[in-house]
C-alpha cells in the first residue's frame, strides 16, 4: 500500500527533483503540496510548485500556499542559490496573483490529516514555518495523525551552508524548528552530514543539457545555475542535491545509517542562529526526539531520482 504523504517544500532547484522523485514513485500516495518561502518568496515557490506538477502530469494533486515569513523573524530568500525565479535558469510562466495572507497551507495539512484515515508523513524540505503553525492551531490532531516528519534540515555534525555551524532551513526559522522538534512528533532529520553526498557532477549536466527530449533540457537549464553556484561558492565541479534525499528516505530508510539522539535548535541572532545541536552521548539527559541520518547511499539516491524523473540513467 503507498504512504500517504504532503510535501512541504519551498521549490527551489533541488526541491524539483524531490518533488518529480515523489510523483513518479509509486510507493507514495502524495496527497498534497503545501508551500512556503524559503528559496524564494511564498507567491513564486507557489507558482513553481503548480508549474513543476504540471510539467509531471501531476496537476490534480493540491497546491496549498504557505507561509510568507517566519513566526518572529524577518524574510531572507535564497535567490544566489536558486535565481530570482528560484528554478535556475529553467523558463517559467509569469508568478500571476497568490491570494494572500499565506495561511491555507497549516489548514490543509490539518483537513487532510482529519480526512485521511492513514497516518500521514510529513516530508517537509524547507522552513518549518507551516508545522509549527499547524502544532499551534491543533496539536493534538498533529500528534495523533501524523505517522513521521521527514525534515530536510539540520546539522548534526557537517559545517553549516548559511553560517559555519547553521544549515538554512533550520536558520530561516529556527522558533519553527525548534517547536517542531520539541512537539513530540515521530521525526527523521536529514541534514547536511547525509545530503552533501548526493552530488550531481557537471559532466553529467552537460550531457542532459545536450539531450535531445527538451524536457530533459529543461531540467538541465535549472542545474547549470545550481552548478554555477557551487563554483562560485564552494569551487565543486557539480551541484549538491540536499532535497531528493528526504524523499528517498522515505522509500529506502535502508540507504540512511541513523541515529537516534536528542535535538535542539538555537534560536539565538548571532553566527549560531538555527544551529541543530544534536546530542549524540547523551549530555544532556534529554530522551531522543529526532532519529538523525549520518550518511546516505548517494549515488543510489541520485540514480533512482533521474531514472524516475526524467528517464534517465547516470
Keep these: 500500500m503507498a504512504l500517504p504523504v504532503i510535501i512541504d517544500t519551498d521549490p527551489g532547484i533541488d526541491d524539483a527533483l524531490a518533488l518529480a522523485l515523489a510523483v513518479r514513485s509509486p510507493e507514495l500516495d502524495l496527497l498534497a503540496v503545501t ?10 515557490t507557489t507558482r513553481n510548485a503548480r508549474h513543476l506538477l504540471e510539467r509531471l502530469g501531476a496537476s490534480g494533486v493540491p497546491v496549498r500556499p504557505g507561509a510568507a515569513r517566519p513566526l518572529i523573524r524577518g524574510l531572507s530568500v535564497a535567490a544566489d542559490t536558486h535565481g530570482e525565479e528560484g528554478l535556475g535558469h529553467a523558463p517559467t510562466p509569469a508568478v500571476g496573483s497568490v491570494p494572500g495572507p499565506f495561511v491555507e497551507a497549516p489548514l490543509a495539512m490539518l483537513e487532510v490529516l482529519r480526512q485521511e484515515s492513514r497516518p500521514v508523513t510529513i516530508i517537509a524540505l524547507g522552513p518549518l514555518t507551516n508545522l509549527a503553525l499547524a502544532l499551534a492551531i491543533d496539536r493534538e490532531r498533529c500528534l ?69 527530449d527538451p524536457e530533459v533540457r529543461w531540467w538541465a537549464e535549472m542545474w547549470r545555475f545550481y552548478v ?42 548571532g553566527l549560531t542562529r538555527g544551529q541543530t545541536l544534536c546530542d549524540r552521548f547523551g549530555h544532556t539527559g534529554e530522551p531522543a526526539n529526532a532519529s538523525v541520518c549520518l550518511e546516505a547511499s548517494g549515488r543510489d539516491v541520485l540514480a533512482l531520482a533521474l531514472e524516475r524523473a526524467l528517464g534517465v540513467r547516470v
Excluded at 565543486?236 to 532535497?243: H, K, Q, R, V
Design 35 to 44: 508551500t512556503t518561502y524559503g528559496n524564494a518568496t511564498a507567491a513564486v
Design 144 to 212: 495523533q495523525a501524523i505517522g513521521e516528519v521527514i525534515w530536510m534540515g539540520g546539522s548534526a555534525g557537517a559545517p553549516g551552508n548559511t553560517t559555519p555551524v547553521s544549515e538554512f532551513n533550520a536558520w530561516c526559522d529556527p522558533e519553527a524548528a525548534y517547536a517542531v522538534m520539541e512537539a513530540g512528533l515521530p521525526i527523521r532529520m536529514v541534514g547536511l552530514d547525509a545530503t552533501r553526498c548526493v552530488f550531481l557532477p557537471q559532466e553529467t549536466v552537460e550531457r542532459l543539457w545536450r539531450h535531445p
Design 228 to 269: 554555477e553556484f557551487h563554483q562560485r561558492s564552494e569551487r565543486l565541479d557539480g551541484c549538491i542535491m540536499n532535497d531528493p534525499l528526504a524523499v528517498a528516505l522515505a522509500l529506502r530508510r535502508d540507504w540512511g545509517r541513523w541515529a537516534d539522539m536528542y535535538v535542539t535548535v538555537d534560536c539565538g541572532w
